[in-house]
């Protein structure tokens, strides 16, 4: 099955450089990739996502990179805020068929934490 | 809330006890999902459900019984469970062979067994 890696597990930048998420996967089938943000507290929330057939995506602040070859995917956000202060999740997925769900592989997440 | 609801949002129980969880998506998609999310552990994908058919049970444990009586509702039936199956459970929702794969979730129960 898939197995997604995620690294580093704590990150701690301060208010208005960046930060990098970086995450790698070992289905070569999976096609789709995810990332999702939990507020302490709440639940996970989808902030960007990218397909298999793209190598980057931007959303103002937040962009994601995807590198096929190599098996990778990373999360950029810049300027970051204290509001960007959560955990940070990817997940990797194969062709949805009609009939068969979903089925997200996450990794084990990333605690960002953006200093004053 | 609109979107993903879950209850009850908090639940104590003994391992003698039977309980059950319920998520009701408001959002029209045809697949549900339950996950487990334990502390410094990734989100655990536990039973898909597809156009109200199981297609994806990742080796869970008998004593977690799932239910989806139709495409808007998902219950997860709970007896004889241990304190390792204390975590958060995270139901999901999200539209079947759509374009836009985007999963959806509920605000999960915190479930405490002791």
């Known amino acids: 099955g898939e197995n997604v890696e995620q690294h580093p597990s704590t990150l701690s930048v301060q208010e208005g450089d960046s930060a990098v998420i970086k995450c790698t996967y070992s289905?070569?089938?999976?096609?789709?990739f995810p990332w999702y943000k939990q507020e302490l507290g709440k639940r996970p929330q989808l902030i960007i996502d990218?397909?298999?057939?793209?190598g980057e995506k931007k959303d103002q602040r937040i962009a994601v990179t995807l590198n096929k070859t190599a098996k990778h995917f990373s999360l950029h956000i810049t300027e970051t805020q204290p509001e960007d202060s959560a955990v940070y999740f990817c997940?990797?997925?194969?062709?949805?068929?009609?009939?068969?769900?979903?089925?997200?592989?996450f990794g084990t997440g990333t605690q960002l934490k953006v200093e004053l | 809330e609109t979107g993903v609801t879950q209850t009850p949002r908090h639940l104590v129980m003994g391992m003698t006890n039977k309980k059950s969880l319920k998520c009701e998506q408001h959002?029209?998609?045809?697949?549900m999902y339950w996950y487990k999310q334990s502390a410094k552990k990734p989100l655990e994908l536990m039973f898909v459900?597809?156009?109200?058919?199981?297609?994806e049970n990742n080796s869970v444990p008998s004593r977690f019984s799932p239910e989806c009586p139709n495409s808007s509702h998902l219950f997860l039936h709970l007896h004889t469970l241990q304190p390792e199956d204390s975590a958060l459970y995270l139901c999901?929702?999200?539209?079947?062979?759509?374009?836009?794969?985007?999963?959806?979730f509920g605000p999960g129960t915190r479930l405490t067994v002791l």
């Open positions: 999901a929702s999200s539209q079947d062979g759509a374009n836009d794969n985007e999963q959806f």
């Open positions: 289905d070569s089938a999976s096609n789709y």
């Open positions: 990218i397909r298999s057939n793209v």
């Open positions: 997940a990797a997925s194969k062709a949805i068929l009609t009939g068969g769900g979903n089925k997200l592989t």
């Open positions: 959002l029209g998609h045809n697949a």
């Open positions: 459900y597809s156009l109200e058919e199981r297609v």
